[in-house]
């Protein structure tokens, strides 16, 4: 079986972890962890940053220290994966859904053209017609490892008084370079938050990171994260705390990980270079572009099938052969707990949808994987279109 997106753990990890466990140091305080969050917020080119168990705790904490309240209401691209909006409900609040542009990211354009026909703006405050509340956050969500345009969203964020969680998980590593300088995804808004869960770029089992602008406020989240305790000896708590720690175990594999997130995201891309260029002479299909203007981390690669080719068949068959590979997630406006709530002109997130398969991407994939998936895809594709294709070639 060739895995869809799995950990590579072959450097330090293993006597990082030892160290941590001779030493005794397995839970929520350790040297491991400090480190951890001083070498990611070092590698981001950030100020500093706070570990927490997961990426959805994560934003959970970063919704809650941008000051959403109950009834407000958030904006949050509708094609992403639910833990980027189930912490919208965990703070009493509803999401907005919008649609994706070609980069998959949410449509900045059509996010504008939202807020310019369907909102409001009354003294400094945005407010949705429709049910009269105020939007008070967006989410932006770098699927794929792909950016969303964060130079025109921190524009449009900033003229309507939005703050701007994004939901960097699929996108460490992943940069926009600025006057020669780099900059990262999560850093753009005024949250960023990660997470090492198993399949992402780096793992720590499971585990995430903040990201905030303003010093203050990310202190005030690993408060939050640390059962909000204002006294160590007599526990004096004076707001409602969780227990959002990352463990000193998870760390320590953070750490060796983060040691080889550049070596990664090198292979990751000359991976997605070998299958862009094998595919290259198939028409129904094509490896979908990253963004011109950015360094991404080629976390995950998608093929875009043509309309009339069935990707729910062509999954079946890819699986069936050893190969693992999904559909994208099914949309979040459609799903059960947010039938109700509201969305915006969504479009060409259906036509993604039901067009596009993720295919293996790990880290340790070879070349003779890579050459074995293309010519089971030709395959696939051959026996869809009846010999079409081949014949079509041969002429
Ligand atoms: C993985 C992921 C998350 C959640 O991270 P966890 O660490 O699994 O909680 C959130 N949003 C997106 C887009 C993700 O891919």
């Known amino acids: 079986m060739i895995p ?40 981001v080119l ?73 909102c409001d703006f009354i003294n400094n405050q945005l407010i949705f017609r429709e049910t009269s509340r105020p939007i008070t956050a967006i989410i932006a969500v770098h699927i794929f490892g792909n950016l969303v345009d964060m130079l025109s969203l921190m524009t449009l964020a900033r003229k309507f008084n939005l703050q701007v969680i994004e939901d960097s998980t699929e996108a460490l590593g992943s940069y926009m370079l600025i006057d020669g300088a780099k900059k990262f995804a999560g850093t753009f808004g005024d949250f960023g938050v990660f997470s090492f869960n198993g399949n992402k770029i780096i793992t720590t089992g499971g585990g995430g990171m903040v990201l905030a602008k303003d010093k203050e406020k990310l202190s005030h989240i690993k408060y939050l994260s640390t059962q909000a305790k204002d006294d160590e000896l007599n526990y004096i708590h004076n707001e409602i705390g969780y227990n959002y720690r990352m463990t000193n175990v998870q760390a320590a594999i953070g750490v060796a990980q983060l040691e080889q997130i550049e070596k990664f ?60 590979s999904r559909p994208v997630w099914g949309l979040i406006h459609e799903q059960k707990p947010y039938k109700n709530d509201y969305s915006f002109e969504i479009e060409k997130a259906y036509k993604y949808v039901s067009s596009i398969v993720n295919i293996p991407c790990s880290s340790n994939l070879t070349d003779k994987e890579i050459r074995y998936v293309v010519s089971v895809i030709k395959e696939i594709l051959f026996n869809e279109t009846n010999g079409q294709r081949i014949k079509r070639l041969n002429n």
């Not at 330090?12 to 466990?21: D, R």
């Not at 198939?282 to 991404?296: A, S, W």
Request: charged content about 20%; proline content about 3%.
């Open 4 to 43: 869809l997106s799995v950990p590579n753990l072959k450097g330090n990890e293993i006597n990082y972890v030892t160290n941590a466990l001779v030493a005794e140091w397995v839970s929520t305080g350790g040297a491991y962890i400090n480190q951890f969050e001083k070498d990611l917020a070092d590698y």
């Open 46 to 118: 950030t100020h500093s940053a706070v570990a927490v168990s997961s990426g959805t705790s994560g934003l959970h904490l970063a919704l809650l220290e941008a000051g959403v309240s109950a009834h407000e209401h958030v904006i949050v691209p509708t094609l992403t994966f639910i833990a980027a909006v189930n912490p919208i409900k965990y703070v009493n609040a509803h999401p907005i859904f919008m649609d994706c542009d070609d980069s998959l990211c949410l449509d900045v354009a059509k996010l504008e053209k939202f807020l310019k026909t369907e």
């Open 265 to 324: 995201v090198e292979i990751k891309k000359n991976n997605y270079h070998l299958y862009k260029q094998l595919l290259a002479t198939l028409d129904e299909v094509t490896l979908l572009d990253f963004r011109e203007d950015i360094r991404p981390n080629y976390w995950f690669y998608s093929l875009a099938f043509q309309e009339r080719i069935d990707v729910a068949r062509i999954i079946t068959a890819l699986n069936s052969q050893g190969i693992g």
